[in-house]
């Protein structure tokens, strides 16, 4: 079984300052892991995932992600928070079938 | 290709009403989801095809909801006798049959039951 956390429902960062956005999984065989965000009254669109291999994956926008096994954790990060950043991001974990499990969510919030 | 498509986007219905929701996936793709996305919560998933063939189905699914994608391609999402609780954003998103790759999703139709 798989299950995903998502550590505080809303962030705030000032543009220009960093984003950190944190996920914690649970998974019963070797994790695939997604981020995809969604602006409002929209569908998702992927970020980026971990499958196999290296680490550290980068995705679109500016964002990555860094695997951690040891931590059972997948946090997404952005160096430098844009206005148009503004939006709902979901972590999610791959079982069988590519069927994913989502976390609640994380609420970004972007301020001058 | 055009990704995922679902119509209509909105829809407002009374309680107690039939509605049908559709979804086109991406033309190579032989996996297609639903998902259901209610108020500040993230996607849960209701049921997949792999081709013609509906393998899957969450017990979020109750015997009012029914899916069906003949011939493998578009596929439908019918609820009978609409609830206020349906209420909710009806995410669709198809993948190929690569094992647990990413999935791609539409733009969702939101359902409102009056």
């Known amino acids: 079984a798989q299950s995903v956390t998502q550590l505080g429902s809303h962030v705030s960062v000032s543009e220009g300052a960093l984003v950190l956005l944190r996920c914690n999984y649970s998974s019963s065989v070797p994790p695939y892991l997604f981020w995809y965000v969604q602006y409002p009254n929209q569908g998702l669109q992927l970020l980026l995932k971990?499958?196999?291999?290296?680490?550290l994956v980068k995705g679109i926008n500016g964002f990555e992600a860094e695997f951690k096994k040891s931590e059972t954790s997948f946090h997404l990060t952005k160096p430098s928070a844009h206005m148009s950043d503004a939006a709902e991001y979901f972590c999610?974990?791959?079982?069988?079938?590519?069927?994913?499990?989502f976390g609640t969510g994380t609420r970004l919030q972007v301020t001058l | 290709d055009t990704g995922v498509s679902q119509n209509p986007r909105h829809k407002i219905t009374k309680r107690g009403q039939n509605v049908t929701f559709r979804c086109d996936p991406i033309s190579e793709h032989n996996r297609l989801y639903w998902y259901r996305q209610t108020l500040g919560q993230g996607p849960e998933f209701l049921t997949y095809f792999q081709n013609e063939a509906q393998l899957e189905k969450s017990r979020l699914l109750s015997d009012r909801f029914s899916a069906e994608r003949p011939k493998g391609s578009f596929s439908t999402l019918e609820i009978q006798r609409t609830e206020q609780g349906d209420s909710a954003m009806y995410l669709c998103?198809?993948?190929?049959?690569?094992?647990?790759?990413?999935?791609?999703f539409g733009q969702g139709t939101r359902l409102t039951v009056v």
């Open positions: 998103a198809s993948s190929s049959r690569t094992e647990r790759t990413e999935a791609f």
């Open positions: 999610a974990v791959a079982g069988t079938a590519s069927k994913l499990t």
């Open positions: 971990y499958t196999t291999g290296a680490t």
